[in-house]
C-alpha cells in the first residue's frame, strides 16, 4: 500500500526533492499540454505514437482523412530544470473536393521543432512547502481555491523548420520561432492542472497564438489516469477550439501507454481525431550527494556545533556520577 502511494505521487505530481527527477516517468502524453517541469537531468525519453484525423468542411464542401506518426525526444542536461526537446509530426492527408469530384494528397510534416525549456519558478524545491499535515487527512486531499495557483512555472524558447515546398505551410520560411509560458497547480495528491501559453511561427506572416488548458485525475489504483483538455488556436491563416479526452496506463516506472479522442466545436472544419501512443525513457540519473552536515533542518543543531556548555544534562550527571565512583574505589 505505501508502494502504491508513492506511485502515485510520482506519477501525477513530480514535485519531489530539490530537481526535476522522479522515480517514475513523467511524460507530457496523451495530452497537447505541456507540464512545467523537465525530465530530470541524464533521462533520455521519447514520446511516440499514431494518429488518425476525419475533416468535413462545409464552406468549402470538401472532407479529408488524416493518417501521421509523432514523435518527441527529451532529453535533461546542465541542470536538473534543463531539458532540450524536439517535436516532430508527419503526416499524410487526403482531401476530396466533393464540387469537383476530385482529390489531392499532401504529405509533410505539420510539427517540425526543437527547443528549451527551463523551470523557473518551483514551489516544492523547498522540503518545507512539501510537508504534510501529521493531523488531518483531509487537510491533506481537499481541493482548495488556492491550489490553483502554480507550484511550477517554466518558459519554453525554440523554433520551427519548414523543409521544402510544405504544402500545409507553403508561405512560411525555412525557420521561424516559438516561446510558451507552461504552469502547473498541484490541486490534490491526485490531480494537477496545466497550463500553457504559446505563440508560434514568429517572424512569418501568419504568426500564431494558441491555448492548452488541461486536467489530469488518478484512479485509485495509480497506475490508471485520465485527463480532460481544452486547447484554442487562433491565426489569419487558420483557427480552432479542440476538447480531448483520454486514458493513460503505467505498465513499470519507465513506460506508458496512452489513448485519446477529442473533437472541435466549430464546422470550417469539424474534425474528430483520435491518438494512441507510448512514452518510454532510458534512465542515467545519479542523485547530488548532500553533505551530512547540511542536511539538519533549520533550527536545529548540526553535528560539531555543540558548546560543552550545551551538553545535555544527563550527561552532566552520568560525568558526576563516575567521578564519585572513582572517589570511592579502593
Known amino acids: 500500500?505505501?508502494?502504491?502511494?508513492?506511485?502515485?505521487?510520482?506519477?501525477?505530481?513530480?514535485?519531489?526533492?530539490?530537481?526535476?527527477?522522479?522515480?517514475?516517468?513523467?511524460?507530457?502524453?496523451?495530452?497537447?499540454?505541456?507540464?512545467?517541469?523537465?525530465?530530470?537531468?541524464?533521462?533520455?525519453?521519447?514520446?511516440?505514437?499514431?494518429?488518425?484525423?476525419?475533416?468535413?468542411?462545409?464552406?468549402?464542401?470538401?472532407?479529408?482523412?488524416?493518417?501521421?506518426?509523432e514523435l518527441a525526444l527529451r532529453y535533461g542536461f546542465l541542470f536538473e530544470q534543463l531539458e532540450i526537446k524536439y517535436e516532430g509530426t508527419y503526416i499524410n492527408e487526403t482531401i476530396a473536393f466533393d464540387n469537383f469530384g476530385t482529390e489531392e494528397t499532401r504529405t509533410d510534416f505539420s510539427r517540425n521543432r526543437i527547443g528549451l525549456k527551463y523551470l523557473v519558478y518551483d514551489k516544492y524545491k523547498d522540503p518545507q512547502a512539501n510537508k504534510p499535515n501529521l493531523y488531518s487527512w483531509r487537510?491533506?486531499?481537499?481541493?482548495?481555491?488556492?491550489?490553483?495557483?502554480?507550484?511550477?512555472?517554466?518558459?519554453?524558447?525554440?523554433?520551427?523548420?519548414?523543409?521544402?515546398?510544405?504544402?500545409?505551410?507553403?508561405?512560411?520560411?525555412?525557420?521561424?520561432?516559438?516561446?510558451?509560458?507552461?504552469?502547473?497547480?498541484?490541486?490534490?495528491p491526485k490531480s494537477v492542472f496545466i497550463t500553457n501559453i504559446a505563440y508560434d511561427r514568429i517572424t512569418t506572416d501568419f504568426p500564431e497564438w494558441s491555448y492548452a488548458i488541461s486536467y489530469t485525475r488518478a484512479f485509485r489504483n495509480p497506475k490508471w489516469s485520465i485527463f480532460v483538455e481544452h486547447q484554442g488556436i487562433q491565426s489569419d491563416r487558420f483557427s480552432d477550439l479542440l476538447f480531448r479526452t483520454g486514458i493513460a496506463h503505467l505498465f513499470n516506472p519507465n513506460f506508458q501507454v496512452d489513448f485519446s479522442a477529442g473533437a472541435s466545436i466549430k464546422n470550417t472544419p469539424f474534425r474528430v481525431f483520435g491518438r494512441t501512443g507510448l512514452s518510454y525513457r532510458l534512465d542515467f540519473h545519479k542523485d547530488q550527494l548532500i553533505p551530512i552536515e547540511d542536511q539538519a533542518p533549520q533550527g536545529k543543531i548540526k553535528?560539531?556545533?555543540?558548546?560543552?556548555?550545551d551538553k545535555p544534562k544527563k550527561a552532566k550527571k552520568q560525568k558526576r556520577k563516575k567521578k564519585r565512583n572513582r572517589d570511592f574505589d579502593f
Open 1 to 69: 500500500m505505501v508502494y502504491y502511494k508513492h506511485l502515485l505521487f510520482c506519477l501525477i505530481v513530480p514535485l519531489l526533492s530539490l530537481g526535476q527527477y522522479t522515480d517514475v516517468i513523467n511524460s507530457n502524453r496523451p495530452g497537447i499540454g505541456v507540464s512545467a517541469y523537465a525530465v530530470g537531468k541524464n533521462v533520455v525519453q521519447a514520446e511516440t505514437g499514431f494518429l488518425y484525423e476525419m475533416r468535413d468542411h462545409k464552406l468549402l464542401n470538401t472532407s479529408s482523412s488524416i493518417l501521421g506518426g
Open 139 to 188: 487537510a491533506n486531499n481537499k481541493f482548495r481555491l488556492k491550489n490553483l495557483i502554480p507550484s511550477a512555472v517554466s518558459l519554453y524558447g525554440g523554433a520551427t523548420f519548414t523543409l521544402g515546398d510544405n504544402p500545409f505551410y507553403p508561405e512560411d520560411g525555412m525557420i521561424s520561432y516559438r516561446g510558451m509560458l507552461a504552469t502547473q497547480s498541484r490541486l490534490t
Open 303 to 309: 553535528r560539531g556545533s555543540m558548546k560543552k556548555k
